[in-house]
């Protein structure tokens, strides 16, 4: 099983720069997208099932902003869409598709980079999400915030009619892989320029000890850094100055799995050849098949 995930800066951009054409060399199983900076009217057909993939989405209520999406080749059997927090879910950062025993999340957190108002949003979420990852991954049923929406078995988006509810994610014994943009960099092999950037978002002590957290308490794996303890490589780069040229980036994009299924990971690699945002594709094959 072949999973690619990439944010990308506005689905327009991306198939623009010949996203969907280097999709179709793939053979990925499933393609986790944040960052759509698109809602269901903008969607073009290719975009919203293209190559056969079964599309889903999870827009944000305003234009031109957030978002993320899930392809997968085989049609999951139930996907959530939403966390049930209303205050982020109008942003459009969390979907879910269940395969069989197997959850695969396309997740965006939030960027505080514009300012103190959004790193205080990012910390809220943070705090929120923490329980609900801590529930996933253990043996009780968990529920999370208020309401949040499964969607019908087609492809589609919230925008399609679905039934709103409480959300109780049953996970005894599941695998889970979340996929996506966490805006957060956790060591310092993960950063180029790590000295110059412990007091900016992304880098700051808080979020990298709820990454700790996350890997070290509560058991999650970074799927990356198992395969490649010590390797310095990044897939997020500035658009200022010569970031891209020099390398000077940011690990930032993960695939973050429960500890068996993380055990069946058996290559990953950072996709660079072509560039389809200011991210890079982050490819994991697991020994598993959907």
């Known amino acids: 099983m072949r999973i690619i995930s990439l944010n990308l800066n506005g689905?327009?951009?991306?198939?623009?720069?010949?996203?969907?054409?280097w999709l179709g060399k793939q053979n990925a199983d499933i393609l986790c997208v944040q960052e759509l900076k698109a809602q269901a009217a903008d969607m073009t057909p290719e975009m919203l099932a293209p190559l056969g993939y079964h599309g889903y989405f999870h827009y944000a209520?305003?234009?031109?902003?957030?978002?993320?999406?899930?392809?997968?080749?085989?049609?999951?059997?139930?996907?959530?869409?939403?966390?049930?927090?209303?205050?982020?879910?109008?942003?459009?950062?969390?979907?879910?598709?269940?395969?069989g025993n197997l959850s695969v999340v396309s997740l965006y957190l939030p960027s505080g980079s514009s300012g103190e108002?959004?790193?205080?949003?990012k910390f809220k979420f943070m705090e929120a999400f923490m329980p609900h990852l801590r529930q996933m991954i253990g043996n009780s049923p968990a529920s999370v915030g208020g309401e949040s929406r499964l969607l019908p078995q087609t492809a589609g988006s919230a925008s399609n009619v679905s039934q709103p509810h409480m959300?109780?994610?049953?996970?005894?014994?599941r695998e889970i892989i979340l996929c996506g943009d966490w805006?957060?960099?956790?060591?310092?092999?993960?950063?180029?320029?790590?000295?110059?950037?412990q007091k900016n978002s992304g880098?700051?002590?808080?979020?990298?000890?709820?990454?700790?957290?996350?890997?070290?308490?509560?058991?999650?794996?970074?799927?990356?850094?198992k395969l490649h303890p010590e390797l310095e490589a990044y897939t997020w780069w500035s658009n200022r100055g010569q970031a891209w040229a020099k390398d000077v980036g940011w690990r930032i994009d993960y695939q973050i799995a429960t500890p068996a299924?993380?055990?069946?990971?058996?290559?990953?690699?950072?996709?660079?050849?072509?560039?389809?945002s200011d991210h890079a594709p982050l490819m994991v094959d697991y020994e598993f098949s959907l």
Request: proline fraction near 3%.
């Open 11 to 21: 689905i327009r951009s991306a198939y623009n720069k010949g996203l969907l054409e």
């Open 61 to 99: 209520e305003k234009k031109g902003y957030s978002g993320v999406g899930i392809y997968s080749k085989r049609k999951p059997d139930n996907v959530i869409v939403g966390l049930g927090i209303p205050e982020f879910d109008a942003e459009g950062r969390y979907i879910e598709a269940q395969f």
């Open 117 to 121: 108002e959004r790193q205080a949003v």
């Open 167 to 173: 959300v109780t994610l049953k996970n005894s014994g």
């Open 183 to 197: 805006n957060i960099a956790h060591t310092q092999k993960d950063i180029k320029n790590w000295r110059g950037n």
């Open 203 to 225: 880098f700051l002590p808080e979020e990298r000890a709820w990454l700790t957290e996350l890997f070290n308490e509560v058991g999650f794996v970074d799927v990356f850094r």
């Open 261 to 276: 299924i993380a055990g069946k990971a058996l290559t990953t690699g950072i996709y660079k050849e072509q560039r389809f």
